[in-house]
């Protein structure tokens, strides 16, 4: 349903924000403060996150996106590389090495407002970065994992 650049999207979003009046704040939300995440099936539910901050009263919208960067899918490729190691040929190296396509290209966006203490969300995400977040996850994951092979020396 989405491309794979969610550029057009912004421009739209930043219109459609600049046309009810309202202002821009480029921010990004973490997980570690309260927050609703928004949900709509609709392509265009991130119109009615704008009017509803409007309406809430919110003065402003954060925005946030992530643009791939060729230095991105190098590391990720490296710390793949390290984790699975003699295995040049693993299929995560392979499934990084295809996101090099969509270098330059917005994978992420995020809107947000604050009412009564609490972050409103509204996040899209093409399905190519989905896939560079859960190859970021893998390798987080394996860098937890530590592996003692060395030999027991209790017994001898």
Partial sequence: MQS?????LKDDMVAFIAGHGMRRMNGYI???????LFEEENPDGWKDFVELAKASGAPFLTMSEVVLEKADIAVLI????????????????EDAERLVRHVGKIGY???????????????????WYDSFQDLLETVADLDGIVVDD????EGR
Avoid at 111 to 124: D, I, K, P, R
Avoid at 150 to 153: I, K, L, S, V, W
């Fill in 4 to 8: 794979d650049n969610l550029i057009s």
């Fill in 30 to 36: 973490s997980e570690d403060v309260p927050t609703v």
């Fill in 78 to 93: 490296e710390r793949i590389r390290d984790q699975v190691y003699p295995d040049d040929e693993a299929p995560e190296i």
């Fill in 109 to 127: 966006l995020q809107l947000g407002f604050a009412h009564q203490g609490v972050m409103f969300l509204f996040e899209v995400a093409t399905d």
């Fill in 150 to 153: 060395r030999e027991n020396d």
